[in-house]
């Protein structure tokens, strides 16, 4: 693209390092933004370096947090002996959502990826082992998303904590509430068959 | 969405005002940025501020431009007296990669559209027929998208600029170099055929 402002360049180059952005679509975002009070820019600025200056990670569960200890984690009436394992703080918010769960979270930031150079390091996986040989933890359930990276993760956890022997879960899978079985995958319908639960339970 | 940190959520809500960027888009970009160095925000927050701040029209054709006079138009070898009517920055970028056009550029700014409360008095309209008045314009090709709107605009500046006596002109509309005739519109390819030129000045 030839810009006749060195100042637009620099502006639509900044933003098409964000993922799925491209040159033409951030070239659309900042000519937008020009056309709005230049206090909507200065906002969203500040708010940007705001988060990336000041955001933590909770001590505990590792989630984002604008605290040491997050909410969830310092309220008492939250259960925890029981743990969910999470990739991110997505996934936190997606099962928060549920009102479902009452115990604690513990997010990896990740899963364990050769391809993208992931390893177990990197991920908060030590911490999630201290928990569990402290004593406090009763059941820990793997809530990663069901690919090769999350079944690797899964069965890494798994083994490192077995000998605790403390009761391991991974959330059910199945057809969605409201699909057609026609239309669901082989995989996910196998599992739903062999993974039935009592009638009376599903009312 | 229920948040687990302020910082994040505002950081979210800035993000989602722009077009086209939903809550869940602003979250991954934003969780995006977390991962990546903090320098990037920075970089990215300042490009959008030094835009808003400092960016400034050229004097005579209205586009973006870092300068009191744009490079084009403060370019002594284009042609004065030929003047392409553009919406925005983007068409002069789109008509300068052409390499076809040698004249000068006048930026509208948008098009006459009343459903979104445009009149002929937010747009550049009378710097347009200020130039014309003053003589040195021989020709003004019409380059608006070919929308009621696009038509009702060109169709205003005419009426205003029809009593000087000057050239005007309009992008070709046909068939796109490349495409099929069976699936054009029928508009388009009626134009086509009416416009038709001669075919030794195809070549």
Do not use: W
């Not at 989630?63 to 394992?85: F, G, K, L, M, T």
């Not at 549920?98 to 990826?113: C, D, E, P, R």
């Not at 904590?161 to 991974?170: G, L, R």
């Amino acid at each position: 693209m030839n810009f006749s402002s060195k100042l637009l360049e620099n502006a639509v180059n900044e933003v098409s390092q964000l993922p799925g952005i491209g040159k033409r679509t951030a070239l659309r975002l900042v000519l937008h933004l020009l056309k709005q009070p230049t206090s909507q820019t200065h906002r969203l600025s500040e708010a940007l370096n705001n988060l990336v200056d000041d955001i933590k990670l909770c001590k505990k569960c590792h989630n984002i947090s604008d605290v040491d200890v997050c909410e969830i984690c310092a309220n008492p009436s939250r259960n925890e002996e029981i743990i969910c394992v999470v990739e991110d703080v997505r996934d936190v918010m997606a099962i928060e959502n549920t009102a479902q769960f009452k115990g604690l979270y513990h997010v990896l930031g990740g899963k364990i990826s050769p391809i993208e150079g992931i390893g177990p390091h990197n991920l908060t996986i030590d911490s999630l082992i201290e928990k569990v040989k402290s004593g406090t933890v009763k059941e820990v359930i793997f809530a990663l998303s069901s690919t090769i990276e999350g079944d690797t993760t899964n069965f890494y956890i798994f083994k490192q904590i077995e000998k605790y022997h403390i009761k391991t879960s991974t959330i059910a899978r199945g057809i969605a509430v409201g699909d057609e079985l026609e239309y669901a995958d082989e995989v996910t319908l196998g599992r739903s068959i062999v993974n039935r639960i009592p009638f009376e339970n599903s009312l």
